[in-house]
């Protein structure tokens, strides 16, 4: 699924493909908004993104679509 971060006082929003339960990654955003910690993000290829949940000014969770191919798609 695609998620989309939106980080406060930056122009670009960090756009990220990842594996991991929807539920789960909004539990976790939410925990670590509440408790003001890091927040970490693991994209599908392993990589780590840390932010701030000080500075998060949004996160979007796309959906977890399989992608379509054909001519029918």
């Given at each position: 699924m695609e998620i989309k971060i939106?980080?406060?006082?930056?122009p670009r929003e960090i756009v990220m493909?990842?594996?991991e339960n929807?539920?789960?990654l909004a539990a976790r955003i939410e925990?670590?908004?509440?408790?003001?910690?890091?927040?970490?993000f693991t994209d599908s290829k392993g990589r780590q993104v840390f932010v701030p949940s000080a500075a998060l000014a949004y996160v979007e969770i796309g959906t977890e679509a399989a992608r379509?191919?054909?001519?029918?798609?």
């Open positions: 939106g980080v406060k006082q930056s493909e990842s594996d929807a539920k789960d925990e670590s908004v509440k408790a003001e910690s890091l927040l970490s379509r191919v054909g001519f029918g798609a």
